[in-house]
């Protein structure tokens, strides 16, 4: 989450003033004393090199060209930020592509590239609380992360018609410079331009109508809300598309790869629905649409980007938009921190597919909870503790099933009533924020009156059947 700017501003004015007294003019050319470089990674010790340290990224204006033949992915990446450090020099998250310039608050800047990390060297260096933009040309044909022990193949994902774009959890570097991880929310907007006939979707809402020229149509699409970069896409491709409302009132987009066409109205009809419910349960819809996409890349997963989750290749049935829905409170509006906390987005996921099981007078949660809990103790979701999800492994089941039986031991524990408001409570206090696992035992502890560390101890965190 973002702090107001305006007194940090000020501060770090007042800083650079003090630093560089009337009679030191080396040091007022060299700007902010003490300038150093920005860490190459943002503090996720299981992570190290995923996001940077020194600065907070606001905006991302992201303008993009694709040619599905070539494959061929031109892009300028203009990042609003401010430096949290008085910095010398800081890096972005860059996988392969070319980068032909880079320009700080309108001044060339020097660039160096290794690994997956961009160095940009301002001409003159950074003051802390100081907003600065960063501008990066470049271009080439983009690489997704392949044969990942996490979700295989992802990043952006060239498709015969396009590309197919889900990024969970450090794609976002495949296709634009940024700071890759989820500790850094922004705004973004996208200016994508496609050949006719070719449909770009991006994350929020358009902005008027697509407009051609020249045999290229460009789209333009603003999320206004705070996004991790995992969460951002410009799936392009032919599709089939589905406006409207839901009852609830909230725009509702659903498209489709002419694969699925038939597909298109219950598809759309049901992810309304879905939205429309879990505003009852979890509380107000955190954006400003909703709906989904699916594409005929068969990437074996959903991804829940915001406003758009993305179906990999298949038709999703109402269980899975419930859970990529829920993911738009829990995981997109509030983020984890760490990635180690993913249970928060995704054992809460899995719990409302169990609530959408109940609601729908199928199984219910209870009938659900203990089909799993009678696994045996050998089983491994009881040797992997949820509550702390390992780097090379982060979607295991056990985040997943385990983490779903934890809130459902929770609402044994404290009551239907209490746990109901909890999940409310805890959306609205974190909206648009960043969340930890203490910050929600904490919450759960504060409007139940109960110790409730044995309990999540037990099930998030013992390496075995809790009783
Ligand atoms: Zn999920």
Redesign the pocket.
């Known amino acids: 989450m973002r702090h107001t700017r305006r007194r940090a501003a000020a501060l770090a004015a007042l800083m650079s003033v003090l630093a560089c007294g009337p009679s030191d003019g080396a040091a007022r050319d060299e700007g902010p004393a003490g300038a150093r470089a920005g860490a190459a990674g943002i503090g996720d010790a299981d992570f190290p090199t995923d996001g940077n340290g020194g600065y907070d990224v606001a905006h991302y204006a992201l303008k993009l060209g694709y040619t599905p033949a070539s494959k061929q992915l031109d892009g300028e990446a203009t990042i609003r930020a401010t430096a949290t450090a008085p910095l010398s020099r800081f890096n972005l998250d860059l996988r392969g592509l070319t980068v032909h310039g880079v320009w700080v608050d309108g001044t060339t800047a020097t660039f160096t590239r290794a690994g997956d990390e961009l160095t940009v060297v301002p001409a003159r260096p950074l003051a802390r609380g100081v907003p600065f933009i960063a501008r990066v040309s470049y271009s080439g044909v983009p690489e997704p992360v392949r044969n990942s022990t996490n979700l295989g193949t992802y990043g952006f994902v060239p498709t015969p018609d396009g590309a197919f774009v889900a990024c969970e959890p450090n794609g976002a570097k495949t296709w634009f410079p940024g700071n890759d991880h989820p500790a850094d929310k922004a705004a973004f907007d996208f200016e994508i331009t496609v050949p006719e006939g070719v449909t770009a979707l991006a994350n929020g809402e358009l902005r008027g109508e697509p407009r051609t020229s020249e045999g290229r149509t460009t789209f333009r699409w603003r999320e206004t809300h705070p996004m991790t970069t995992y969460l951002a896409t410009a799936t392009i491709g032919k599709f089939h598309l589905k406006k409207g409302t839901t009852t609830g009132g909230i725009p509702n987009l659903a498209a489709v790869d002419p694969r699925f066409r038939s597909t298109l109205e219950k598809f759309h009809r049901v992810s309304g629905e879905i939205t429309d419910y879990w505003s009852t349960v979890f509380g107000r819809y955190p954006f400003g649409s909703t709906g989904g996409v699916v594409d005929d890349f068969s990437a074996g997963y959903?991804?829940?980007n915001q406003t758009k989750p993305i179906y990999g290749g298949f038709e999703p049935d109402d269980g899975i938009i419930a859970?990529?829905l829920a993911?738009q409170w829990f995981?997109n509006s509030l983020s984890i921190k760490r990635w180690k906390d993913l249970w928060l987005?995704?054992g809460f996921?899995?719990y409302a597919e169990w609530l959408w099981s109940e609601h729908k007078g199928r199984r219910t949660a209870d009938a659900l909870f203990a089909s799993y809990h009678a696994r045996p103790a050998t089983d491994p979701i009881w040797s992997y503790p949820p509550g702390r999800a390992r780097p090379a492994d982060l979607f295991n089941e056990s985040v997943?099933t385990r983490g779903g039986m934890t809130l459902h031991a929770l609402r044994r524990a404290i009551g239907d009533r209490t746990f109901f408001t909890l999940l409310k409570t805890w959306a609205a206090e974190h909206r648009y924020g960043s969340v930890t696992t203490e910050q929600f035992v904490a919450l759960a502890e504060r409007l139940s009156g109960k110790q409730l560390d044995a309990l999540f101890d037990a099930w998030l965190f013992q390496p075995r059947r809790p009783a």
Do not use: I, Q, S
């Open positions: 959903a991804l829940e859970h990529e993911h995981g987005n995704e996921a899995t997943y």
